[in-house]
């Protein structure tokens, strides 16, 4: 029996998915990584990176599908795991900078970090990098909401229900996300 698969819900999806139909997952990674991608871009604050760390979240989605709650918005879990293969990665980055400072100088050059070209910083382009730049900066507890409200449109109590805490503390993690995001953008 086939299925018209973009009838299906994410509900259903997930159901086939896990009953072994690989086209079913397929289907929720075309629905679902425009938006995985935006968000993880947003929360690491580079282009390439980005699509690296949403392929990762992928993957994990696929081994965790088990455990996926059909209770809850397919969309809230995979945020969930975008944000933490966000996490990851960038643990491992500062991983990586550590290491890197602690080599000799004439071996630390070639474990350096990438550079931005410049043609990728010119024109419109160059606010949306200072921005994302900025966004980058500003510590998980803040950029998280700032991201899934902001950015990705979810409300505030799908955003406290992704993190895990209260519509209160999102509502203020966001004032204070928005000062500090323009206090950085000031001082550039």
């Given at each position: 029996m086939t299925h018209d698969l973009t009838d299906c819900s994410d509900n259903e999806l997930t159901a086939l998915a896990l009953a072994g139909q690989q086209t079913a997952f397929g289907e929720l990674v075309r629905r679902h990584q425009g938006w995985v991608f935006r968000l993880v871009?947003?929360?690491?604050?580079?282009?390439?990176?980005?699509?690296d760390v949403t392929q990762a979240s992928f993957i994990a989605a696929v081994g965790?599908?088990?455990?996926?709650?059909?209770?809850?918005?397919?969309?809230a879990w995979l945020s969930r795991i975008a944000i933490n293969k966000c996490k990851d990665w960038r643990r491992r980055r500062n991983v990586r900078r550590l290491f890197a400072f602690a080599l000799?100088?004439?071996?630390?050059?070639?474990?350096?970090?990438?550079?931005?070209d410049a043609e990728r910083v010119l024109g419109a382009n160059q606010d949306l990098a200072r921005t994302m730049?900025?966004?980058?900066?500003?510590?998980?507890?803040?950029?998280?909401?700032?991201?899934?409200?902001?950015?990705?449109?979810?409300s505030e109590a799908e955003t406290?229900?992704?993190?895990?805490?209260?519509?209160?503390?999102?509502?203020?993690?966001?004032?204070?996300?928005r000062v500090r995001l323009l206090a950085i953008l000031q001082e550039s």
């Open positions: 871009r947003s929360h690491i604050g580079d282009s390439e990176e980005a699509v965790a599908l088990r455990r996926y709650d059909g209770e809850r918005l397919f969309r000799p100088m004439d071996e630390a050059y070639s474990v350096s970090e990438k550079t931005p730049s900025a966004i980058a900066e500003l510590p998980g507890t803040l950029k998280e909401p700032l991201i899934l409200r902001t950015i990705e449109g979810y406290a229900q992704i993190l895990g805490i209260s519509q209160k503390a999102v509502e203020m993690r966001l004032y204070r996300a």
